[in-house]
């Protein structure tokens, strides 16, 4: 299994123990960073990204393409709302997970979207944080295929100079183009939301900074002092990984400098 699979299903995973949920998005801040930079206060945000996705879903809609649906979270939420949910995703181990909370019969397939087949069709495709993993061209012909209406994508593209050359993970003008290039959908609206999205990581780093890294440092020389053979073989096998929890990444910055977060909703035309 891929690390980035493991991040992505630990962070799923800590929001399912902490908050009851399972999202694998990250949190929607419109009013910046919080005062508290808490696991909470992600939980929040992560709960607020949701809302904003359901906002956006234009009227009428009732049938819905769960594209990327990680742990099922969005996709219990919306049944909740009365939309009638089908999952499609390639990671079994969260199709399992998102299987154990979906009402009984609710479809979830364990599949590449862009190698998804089946003959239902939905009113729109919906990408929460999905749309980026899937070669984009691949991406709008399977959308154009199974939704009669539209799609939403709340998610990432690479600034120009960052952008991936597999397809995948692209800019924003390129996604505009191949819109406009397969002209079968129109934009409704495209909005972003960067600013929104980055105080994640400084959520992120502030609990990793300011709160494992210091207990982990203690941790260390106490084990060192009361089992300093142990502690040898725990620095030998960890050390350098458990040193890293204390370096500074300004991911937040970064992030931003190379991503534009945005809400994007098209319309078949
Ligand atoms: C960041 S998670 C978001 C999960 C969920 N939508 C949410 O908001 O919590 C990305 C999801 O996309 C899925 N994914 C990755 N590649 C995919 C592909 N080619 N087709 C469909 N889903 C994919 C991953 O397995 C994961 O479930």
Redesign the pocket.
């Known amino acids: 299994m891929k690390l980035k699979?493991l991040e992505?299903e630990a962070?799923?995973l800590m929001?399912e123990v902490i908050f009851g949920h399972?999202?694998?998005?990250y949190g929607y801040f419109p009013d910046g960073v919080p005062e508290v930079l808490s696991a909470e206060a992600m939980g929040r945000a992560?709960q607020a990204?949701?809302e904003k996705l359901v906002q956006v879903i234009p009227d009428g809609v009732t049938s819905i393409l769960?594209?990327?649906?990680?742990?099922g979270?969005?996709a219990r939420a919306l049944i909740a709302r009365g939309f009638d949910v089908t999952c499609?995703?390639?990671?079994v181990q969260?199709n399992e997970m998102a299987r154990a909370k979906l009402p009984t019969g609710t479809g979830v397939h364990d599949?590449?979207?862009?190698?998804?087949e089946s003959d239902a069709r939905f009113d729109i495709c919906?990408?929460?944080?999905?749309f980026h993993?899937?070669?984009l061209e691949a991406?709008l012909a399977q959308v154009n295929r199974y939704a009669t209406r539209g799609m939403v994508m709340?998610d990432y593209f690479r600034r120009p100079g960052f952008a991936h050359g597999d397809g995948t993970r692209g800019t924003h003008q390129a996604f505009l183009e191949a819109v406009a290039a397969q002209g079968a959908f129109r934009i409704v609206s495209d909005e972003d939301m960067t600013d929104a999205i980055t105080p994640t990581f400084v959520i992120h780093e502030s609990i990793k900074n300011d709160k494992v890294a210091p207990f982990i440092t203690r941790f260390r020389a106490e084990i060192g002092r009361e089992y300093p053979w142990r502690a040898w073989l725990m620095e030998k096998m960890l050390g350098r990984a458990l040193d890293k929890l204390n370096r500074r990444t300004d991911r937040a910055e970064k992030f931003a400098r190379e991503h534009e977060y945005r809400l994007v909703v098209l319309e078949r035309v």
């Not at 599949?111 to 998804?116: G, I, T």
């Not at 919906?126 to 999905?130: G, I, N, P, V, Y």
């Open positions: 699979n992505l962070t799923a929001s399972g999202f694998a998005h992560q990204y949701f769960d594209v990327g649906s990680g742990t979270a969005n499609v995703s390639p990671s969260m599949a590449l979207f862009e190698a998804f919906l990408f929460a944080e999905s993993y899937i070669d991406a709340f």
